[in-house]
């Protein structure tokens, strides 16, 4: 799947959050990139301060980021329909980490 059309389900799958959460994200952007040279194998990656941990001293601060990993999700995925599936998953994953919601509460709600 090219990059234009991958970079259109990150975009579906941010317009199937509630508005309610969206409107309360702060400082906050979305990046698809083909791997974290760190881990290549993560699907996504929430590179920030959680909206639950700010203080006083985030003011000013560069914004928090969200890196969607287009190479490490299509390895996993055998069809289109599992592409769209693993993004939404992985867009709502790594937006609750921004709403301080950590991994094993992802996994008992069912986001893991």
């Given amino acids: 799947m090219g990059r234009r059309k991958f970079e259109r389900l990150v975009s579906d799958a941010l317009d199937e959050v509630p508005p309610e959460l969206t409107r309360q994200m702060d400082n906050v952007v979305v990046m698809v990139e083909d791997r974290n040279r760190d881990d290549p194998s993560i699907l996504g990656l929430y590179d920030g301060i959680a909206l639950t941990e700010r203080g006083h001293e985030y003011a000013g601060a560069m914004p928090d980021t969200i890196w969607i990993y287009r190479d490490a999700i299509l390895d996993i995925c055998e069809t289109e329909d599992d592409v769209r599936e693993e993004v939404l998953i992985t867009v709502?994953?790594?937006?609750?980490?921004?709403?301080?919601?950590?991994?094993?509460?992802?996994?008992d709600l069912g986001w893991s």
Avoid: K, P, S
């Fill in 92 to 107: 709502v994953h790594e937006i609750a980490h921004h709403f301080g919601i950590d991994d094993a509460r992802l996994h």
